[in-house]
């Protein structure tokens, strides 16, 4: 296993300002910088956290999962005086895309490098967003050949995913049908039957999720606990409070803060209101978005009209959640967090959130990009190496550009000549027909225009036939192209947007994780290619 760090060509206007410190920068309350990361602790040391009772929420929460000797040191440690690095995903099936994965390494890899720096016990956090309804985002994945399997019909209630059970045996079905495309390794009948395993003791997406994720990251004592979890929520209720004393005020500045986001030329990421509370109100494992009307909270699908005595109350039941807004803010009251670690599109609306947290006498975390991945087989190697291609021009659209150069070597050109002067040909006979018709008085000009695009397009359709029987003969050269295509860039996006874990593990085994954390990263924006 090599790593590789590459810098990519900028995507992401939002992204490459903020890593750059450049006007996004302002949108924060901290820069990418490691004073950041001192003054931030500096900050902390004002900030109250029930450190104890979180820690033992915590510990039941992930009980039931085994808890490894790294998960008791970070516990103890949380329990005591340490700070943390957190970062969070939807409980996706088999994990979800690889940047979940991606993103509990980087939690990872910055809590151990921040430990060293700072000199005091930091310690990695996976927020899981099992309060999250769209079970239509979580409920797929795609096989190696590319094909989208969902799990489960749609539903148009929006019951949370830590309320939404699973069916054992539909399940295990799904995931055999995965497993399937992977092709067999002396490691798939193993690795299979784990995975099966978990099934058999999963009860809800989250369920599932957290035991998958949990048991390749245990030895690194990534402590999970899930935004729905009951007793979370009761321990949060007077941080709910602080949200509903505070609605009116949050709104109001988030949607400016948007408002001015978008004056820059970025995109809206929210389309934050002044009238939103910014909660939801949680009934039967469904959740309600709540809006403000003339000092009540309200949502109609739902039939509640809350007043603000009546929101706390239900506070106290553990009835409300968070949305895109607050949860972030609810990260930080709960945890003392040092820094967050989230993707673009994260990035994108917590740039909408700083003058919401002053409102709440805080500062937004140091905000540090998750780590970019792209996994490298040998058999992919081989074919970059054949075509002279780096792994980042291949990343930056370079096979595309190949694959037609080779198209247009190849290609009969001569027939197509012909073709094309036989379409020449077709025009002028027909033009000269036209104009005798007219001469003579004959009104058939549609049914001559008709007849001549009949004729273009049959020769059109002979001339895909021929560029075809040209492609199939030369389809091993051009297997090359969709081969590494097809790894690196599947539908058009980086592999972990599309693949999980699973194909890799696969072939390279369950310790895949761990090898991974033995690397060397440097979490300055550039992209990370692992040669596996």
Not at 460 to 482: N, S, T
Not at 499 to 521: A, C, H, M, R, S
């Amino acid at each position: 296993m090599r790593l590789e760090q590459v810098e990519l060509k900028a995507t992401n206007p939002l992204l490459h300002s903020y890593q750059q410190n450049g006007e996004m920068a302002s949108f924060f309350h901290y820069e990418q910088t490691q004073q950041a990361f001192e003054q931030r602790l500096e900050d902390l040391q004002k900030h109250p956290v029930r450190r104890q009772e979180l820690a033992e929420i915590i510990r039941n929460f992930m009980a039931p999962y085994g808890l490894s000797e790294k998960d008791e040191q970070h516990l103890a440690e949380l329990a005591d005086n340490a700070v943390t690095v957190v970062g969070g995903q939807q409980a996706g099936l088999l994990t979800g895309p690889l940047y979940s994965v991606h993103k509990a390494i980087t939690v990872i890899v910055l809590a151990n490098a921040q430990r060293e720096h700072l000199g005091v016990p930091v310690v990695p956090v996976f927020w899981i967003a099992g309060e999250d309804h769209d079970i239509d985002e979580i409920n797929h994945t795609f096989t190696n050949d590319l094909r989208k399997v969902s799990y489960g019909e749609k539903t148009k209630l929006k019951k949370q995913a830590s309320y939404t059970e699973v069916d054992q045996e539909a399940l295990s079905s799904w995931v055999r049908d995965i497993f399937m495309s992977f092709g067999e390794t002396a490691l798939t009948k193993q690795l299979l039957a784990d995975v099966l395993a978990v099934v058999a003791q999963s009860t809800t997406y989250t369920d599932f999720f957290v035991r998958l994720m949990h048991g390749l990251f245990k030895q690194h004592g990534l402590l999970m606990i899930d935004a729905a979890d009951e007793a979370l929520r009761r321990y949060e209720a007077p941080y709910f409070e602080r949200l509903i004393d505070h609605a009116e005020d949050i709104a109001k500045v988030v949607t400016a803060r948007e408002a001015k986001l978008v004056e820059l030329g970025y995109p809206m990421p929210i389309g934050a209101t002044e009238d939103a509370a910014n909660l939801f109100y949680t009934q039967d494992g469904a959740r309600y978005l709540l809006v403000r009307k003339d000092g009540q909270f309200l949502n109609h699908a739902a039939n509640v009209h809350f007043s603000v005595a009546d929101m706390k109350e239900q506070a106290q039941l553990g009835n409300f959640s968070n949305n895109v807004v607050t949860r972030p803010m609810m990260q930080d009251m709960v945890f003392p967090v040092l820094s967050f670690v989230g993707g673009p599109g994260e990035l994108a609306y917590w740039s909408t959130l700083k003058d919401g947290f002053e409102v709440l006498d805080m500062k937004v975390p140091v905000f540090t990009p998750r780590l970019n991945i792209t996994f490298v087989t040998n058999h992919v190697q081989a074919l970059l190496s054949d075509l002279n291609v780096t792994v980042k021009e291949a990343l930056e659209g370079k096979i595309a550009e190949l694959r037609e150069a080779f198209k247009a070597q190849v290609y009969d050109k001569e027939a197509k000549q012909t073709l094309e002067a036989t379409k020449r040909m077709l025009e002028k006979q027909y033009a000269d027909l036209h104009e005798h018709l007219i001469a003579n008085d004959l009104h058939l000009n549609a049914i001559v225009d008709k007849n001549l695009n009949f004729h273009k397009s049959q020769l059109d359709f002979m001339m895909r036939k021929i560029e075809q029987e040209v492609l199939v003969k030369h389809g091993v050269a051009m297997r090359r192209f969709d081969d590494i295509e097809h790894e690196l860039l599947p539908l058009g996006g980086f592999q972990e947007r599309t693949y999980t874990p699973y194909p890799y593990l696969n072939v390279y085994g369950e310790t895949l994780i761990d090898d991974l954390l033995t690397l060397t990263y440097t979490l300055d924006g550039r992209h990370h290619i692992v040669y596996l």
